[in-house]
């Protein structure tokens, strides 16, 4: 690596910190991703690939861009717009009423009968209670596009440094000077902090503390089938889709805290913790998919905030960072959260949303135990009961 | 300084869950080829417990996807029934006979889809676990040791045309013909000619077969002399300096195949036969390992990717042993089976007291044993040159070669850009190293229903030829669970634990999440957390 240095580092080549590349690269600004392994590698291409976000205030963004982004990028994203998420529990048959409570004024959706998810939903069953229909949102494949955020950034003259890991930042005043790397130091202006579940980790080293936790979730993937009219289907404690090549993909359930992940290499995620749960949720969800063979699941690392929510600003000290961690909710987001980094970054403010209620000062009062509080903390071991199954 | 708002403390971790494992055995053995058959009764003759898991006779369903050797369709009927191959697969392999007789538990028809200890990311368990599946249902056994004797796979390479029935595994071919009295060919040819071709033929020339010839990439046949010249003999010609270009066929699958010369590609001949047994080599099965998490390294000279493994069997894993060709190919199996059972036992405290056991050092004849991948790089790249960037790579997901060489996105999403025209796996590998899971991801290559059984180690092989690499730097594409592809209904915990349903949610359950960026500090948010989760 060459001391040559650059405009804008951004440590992580998730798909926050790829978006982020691609917006500032399309504007002109000389920028350089580090990343510890390879792009998209962990919880940004390991996802459900969920773009319905509307809690967020990155909401209204991630609703225009998605529909634009294969255009934009020149790459493909596999977005479908559109989602129906039905529930087969009767305990839920008015889940629809939770959900009007939370959904924002101007996007259209509708309560669906049984029979009306069954007639769009080929795989449905007897078994469904009630069901919505979203006209908004939708899905894409979180791999395809993280790859396809890195190809475009670099299509813009953004570099892409993987296999490079941060050991080190350096600053000057109230300013970060440059960033040290295994391949050496590289100067800038600015840094984007954007590094997933090391994030914390990332801002220790400006002696700054950003709470958060690391757990590993899983998914299952079953054979193709034919393809459904509407692939954005979920419910029964899932997430998920049917992917554009027939594969129902599908998460949710139980996730594994765990204690700090490693900073310099993949962290562990094996998978099976869940699997013939989340097999089950699917039999029951899609009954007519039942014979449908798994042939893959996997895990990802996803961290969290206290309170579930982003952390996404740019600091006063140093003044010349900005700190993105999407709190377990990224993919869907990313466009909108590469715009908003890309305004933070080069204006000091985001163009198109307040953040304000985002900004790692609301946890100056948290407490030392929070983890323990929350009972966010990996299980210790149990001794296993063998109970045989009467059939 | 205010305390932020947070959530109520998670009842949605795996943290208390319980697990429900139905049956508790000291030792599970994992295969019962010769070495895990030696590995169970050597166990069992010293009072452990010990469960016997082989998933033969398979599923016509299975067989028909290439599960878990590549069948080729050139299955008989029989396989219709397995529950009548059980007498057969009994037959076959004196050795359960005698496991049966000293106490081991078995259980024929049975897969082992996944297998658990405690390692970084799965801190919650104490015994190991392991996931089995018949046909009907799955379940969890537990278990204090596991001794993984899986065997091997076949190695494949495709070639025009090789997706019709009558394309074969060596493997596949073996297990029809000898343990399911199935194999439904008449006229043989066999790709390769080390020992392992040598052996498929002669069997197949013993059965009555015919065997019409061996072909071979390199200029000579690479098995022992004298095993050449019994089948020369015996008729069989040996076509060196040759691959597979095309196999020709009709509605009930290969009718001839068309080889060329490996410097000419316009240099063919055509061989009539209705089976083409691929038999340049065999993989160890270590996709258990790997899921379990144990060390394994690349070391061609044992077939490719093999466990980290101490002489007694020990992996690093402190509860998990390997035996037999899944440890790494050659040497004596039945002999690594009664090493790595005695190796379990003492871990446990109950080893025998006996002399050790002496082995004769075989002679490992496997061609390319001495030259890392090359031997399997020289078909490749012969393969590649001669047939084009047109063949299938991937049989599942229709991924050509050449969709593989330029990074192509799959066929069903019709993506042309002038973008994607510019990156290939040249342009991806200046980037770094060219790694298998992406190109996985990206091209879907080795995504499909048999697993990768079909491709895997040719994709790899494809990938560095197509980056300029050595094929020993490209990283093995990791296995997941379950390892057997096993339908929803079967795979589901139907008598998951209540405590399952309660504890479960769709994401993490962290109510202050999901309340709606414009209510949070107002009343609203008060009474959407009072309100719980939307669903």
Redesign the interface.
């Known amino acids: 690596m060459s001391d040559k240095g650059t405009s804008v580092v951004i440590v992580g080549g998730g798909v926050t910190g790829l978006s982020a590349a691609w917006w500032l690269a399309r504007s002109g600004v000389d920028v350089t991703v580090v990343e510890k392994g390879?792009?998209g590698?962990e919880a940004s291409?390991r996802n459900g690939g969920g773009c319905t976000h509307?809690?967020?205030?990155l909401?209204h963004e991630e609703q225009r861009l998605w529909p634009q982004m294969d255009e934009l990028l020149?790459?493909?994203t596999?977005y479908q717009r559109g989602r129906i998420?039905f529930?087969v529990d009767p305990r839920?048959e008015r889940?629809h009423e939770?959900?009007a409570?939370?959904l924002?004024a101007g996007y259209d959706w509708d309560v669906l009968d049984p029979q009306q998810v069954r007639e769009l939903v080929p795989l449905a069953g007897d078994n469904v209670v009630s069901g919505v229909r979203f006209h908004f949102g939708g899905h894409a494949n979180p791999?395809?596009t993280s790859?396809a955020y890195?190809?475009?950034a670099q299509?813009h003259g953004a570099r892409?440094l993987?296999?490079t890991v941060v050991t080190g930042i350096a600053t000057m005043g109230s300013k970060v000077t440059g960033v040290e790397t295994s391949h050496g130091m590289i100067g800038c202006d600015a840094l984007v902090i954007a590094a997933g579940p090391q994030t914390g980790q990332m801002m220790a080293m400006l002696g700054l503390d950003l709470p958060m936790a690391a757990?590993?979730?899983e998914m299952i993937v079953?054979?193709?089938l034919p393809m459904m009219p509407i692939t954005g289907v979920?419910?029964n404690?899932?997430?998920g889709r049917q992917t554009?090549?027939g594969n129902l993909a599908y998460g949710?359930?139980?996730?594994?805290?765990?204690d700090d992940v490693p900073f310099d290499r993949e962290?562990?995620?094996?998978?099976?913790?869940?699997?013939?749960?989340l097999?089950?949720r699917?039999?029951e969800l899609l009954p007519k998919?039942?014979?449908?063979?798994?042939?893959?699941?996997?895990?990802g690392v996803i961290e969290?905030t206290?309170?579930?929510?982003p952390v996404i600003e740019r600091l006063t000290s140093p003044e010349n960072v900005t700190v993105a961690t999407m709190?377990?909710?990224g993919f869907g987001l990313s466009p909108a959260s590469g715009h908003a980094i890309r305004d933070l970054v080069i204006d000091g403010v985001c163009s198109f949303a307040?953040l304000s209620?985002l900004s790692l000062s609301?946890?100056?009062?948290?407490?030392a135990d929070?983890r323990d509080?929350?009972?966010?903390?990996?299980?210790?071991?149990?001794?296993?009961?063998?109970?045989?199954?009467v059939n | 300084?205010?305390?932020?708002?947070?959530?109520p403390?998670?009842?949605?971790?795996?943290?208390?869950?319980?697990?429900?494992?139905?049956?508790?055995v000291e030792i599970l053995v994992v295969g019962a080829g010769d070495a895990g058959c030696a590995a169970a009764i050597e166990a069992a003759k010293a009072g452990a417990s010990v469960m016997l898991v082989d998933e033969n006779p398979v599923s016509a369903g299975l067989v028909g996807m290439d599960v878990p050797f590549y069948f080729g369709g050139r299955a008989t009927n029989a396989v219709q029934t397995p529950e009548r191959l059980v007498e057969r697969v009994l037959e076959s392999n004196p050795a359960l006979a005698e496991a049966f007789e000293v106490g081991v538990d078995v259980r024929l028809s049975t897969s082992v889809w996944?297998a658990?200890v405690?390692?970084?990311?799965?801190?919650?368990?104490?015994?190991g676990?392991a996931?089995l599946a018949s046909e009907e249902k799955?379940?969890l056994v537990?278990f204090d040791r596991l001794v993984l004797a899986t065997g091997a796979r076949d190695l494949n390479f495709t070639f025009a045309g090789s997706d019709q029935p009558g394309v074969m595994g060596a493997q596949g071919f073996h297990t029809l013909l000898t343990r399911y009295d199935a194999f439904a060919g008449r006229r043989l040819v066999v790709v390769g000619s080390g020992e392992l071709a040598m052996d498929m033929a002669a069997l197949a020339l013993d059965r009555g077969l015919d065997v019409v010839a061996l072909v071979e990439v390199r200029d000579d046949a690479q098995g022992p002399a004298e095993k050449v010249a019994v089948l020369v003999e015996r008729g069989v010609e040996i076509v060196t300096g040759h691959v597979p270009l095309r196999a020709k066929g009709n509605a009930e699958g290969v009718t001839g195949l068309l080889v060329a010369s490996r410097d000419d590609a316009g240099r063919q001949r055509e061989i009539a036969c209705d089976t083409v047994v691929m038999a340049v080599g065999t993989v160890p099965v270590i996709e258990l390992l790997d899921?379990l998490?144990g060390k394994r390294e690349l070391a061609p000279e044992r077939g490719g990717h093999v466990p980290v493994v101490s002489e007694d069997g020990a992996t690093t894993l402190p509860r998990v042993f390997v035996a037999g060709d899944c440890a790494g190919l050659g040497g004596d199996a039945a002999v690594s089976g009664m090493r790595a059972g005695r190796a379990a036992l003492r871990t446990l405290g109950k080893a025998p007291e006996v002399a050790e056991i002496s082995e004769d050092v075989a002679q490992d004849n496997r061609p390319g044993a001495q030259d890392g991948l090359g031997y399997q790089t020289d078909w490749a790249s012969a393969m590649l040159a001669t047939g084009g960037p047109d063949v299938l790579a991937c049989i599942c997901?229709d991924v050509t070669r050449g969709d593989l060489l330029g990074v192509k996105?799959?066929r069903?999403?019709d993506?042309r850009?002038?973008?994607?025209a510019r990156?290939d796996l040249t342009t991806l590998a200046e980037?770094?190293?060219v790694?298998q899971?992406?190109i996985k991801?990206?091209t879907?290559a080795c995504?499909?229903?048999c697993?990768a059984r079909r491709c895997r180690e040719q994709v790899a092989l494809i990938m560095a030829i197509g980056a300029g690499v050595s094929p020993e730097t490209v990283p093995l594409a990791g296995y997941?669970?379950?390892v057997r592809?096993?339908?929803?209904?079967v795979?589901?915990?139907?008598?998951?634990g209540a405590d399952?349903d309660a504890?479960?949610?769709?994401?993490?359950g962290?109510a202050?999440?999901?309340?709606?960026?414009d209510d949070?500090?107002t009343t609203r948010e008060a009474?959407?957390l009072r309100?719980?989760?939307?669903?």
């Open positions: 390879i792009v590698f291409g509307y809690q967020s205030p909401f020149g790459y493909p596999e998420i529930q839920k889940f939770g959900l409570m939370r924002p791999q395809r790859q890195a190809w475009a299509d892409i993987q296999h757990a590993r979730a079953t054979e193709p979920d419910g404690g899932l997430y554009l090549r949710g359930g139980p996730h594994e805290w765990m962290p562990p995620r094996p998978s099976g913790s869940v699997t013939r749960n097999a089950k699917v039999a998919a039942a014979h449908a063979r798994v042939i893959r699941s996997w895990a969290n206290p309170d579930g929510r709190s377990s909710v307040d209620k609301r946890f100056a009062g948290l407490r929070w509080h929350l009972d966010w903390l990996p299980p210790k071991p149990v001794d296993a009961v063998v109970s045989p199954v | 300084m205010t305390e932020p708002t947070l959530p403390p998670d009842r949605y971790s795996i943290a208390g869950k319980s697990i429900t494992i139905e049956e508790h996944g658990w405690k390692v970084p990311g799965l801190n919650g368990l104490t015994c676990i996931g799955s379940w537990g899921v998490g997901e996105p799959p069903y999403l993506w850009s002038n973008t994607i990156r980037d770094g190293p790694n899971d992406q991801r990206l879907r995504m499909g229903p697993q997941r669970t379950p592809p096993l339908p929803l209904s795979l589901a915990d139907w008598d998951e399952m504890g479960w949610n769709v994401w993490f962290i202050t999440q999901w309340i709606g960026y949070i500090g009474e959407q309100a719980g989760m939307p669903y």
